[in-house]
């Protein structure tokens, strides 16, 4: 069964910073891609940042460009979202998802086989 969890969200005050993280399982690793999305109530989703596989590429939205970081554990399987200087903007639930190419995309209209559950951020300000 293949599984994506993403975890680590959680309410902060601008200009602190959390660690979401994505744990997949019941497909090969390596070989897929990993995008990370945001969704506010009544927006569209918004694609954040993603890594290919073996982190062939990455890729970061303009608005969090030098404050996101992505990297991948391929020996645990995870994916890890590195947000710093957290904006009241960045609020949304964050999701993950797994696509098999080596060459990831954020964009609207990006495909990915398989979504995680969501993680809550919530940044006051």
């Known amino acids: 069964e293949v599984q994506l969890v993403a975890s680590g969200g959680g309410l902060v005050q601008a200009g602190e910073s959390l660690r979401l993280s994505c744990l997949a399982s019941?497909?090969?690793?390596?070989?897929?891609?990993i995008g990370w999305f945001r969704q506010v109530p009544g927006k569209e989703r918004e694609g954040v940042s993603c890594?290919?596989?073996?982190?062939?590429?990455?890729y970061y939205a303009d608005s969090v460009k030098g404050r996101f970081t992505i990297s991948s554990d391929n020996a645990k399987n995870t994916v890890y979202l590195q947000m710093n200087n957290l904006k009241p903007d960045d609020t949304a639930v964050y999701y993950c998802?797994?696509?098999?190419?080596?060459?990831?995309?954020?964009?609207?209209?990006?495909?990915?086989?398989?979504w995680g559950q969501g993680t809550q951020v919530i940044v006051s300000s």
């Open positions: 998802a797994a696509d098999r190419t080596a060459y990831c995309s954020i964009s609207a209209g990006a495909w990915y086989d398989y």
């Open positions: 019941g497909f090969t690793f390596d070989d897929y891609a």
């Open positions: 890594i290919g596989s073996r982190a062939a590429s990455t």
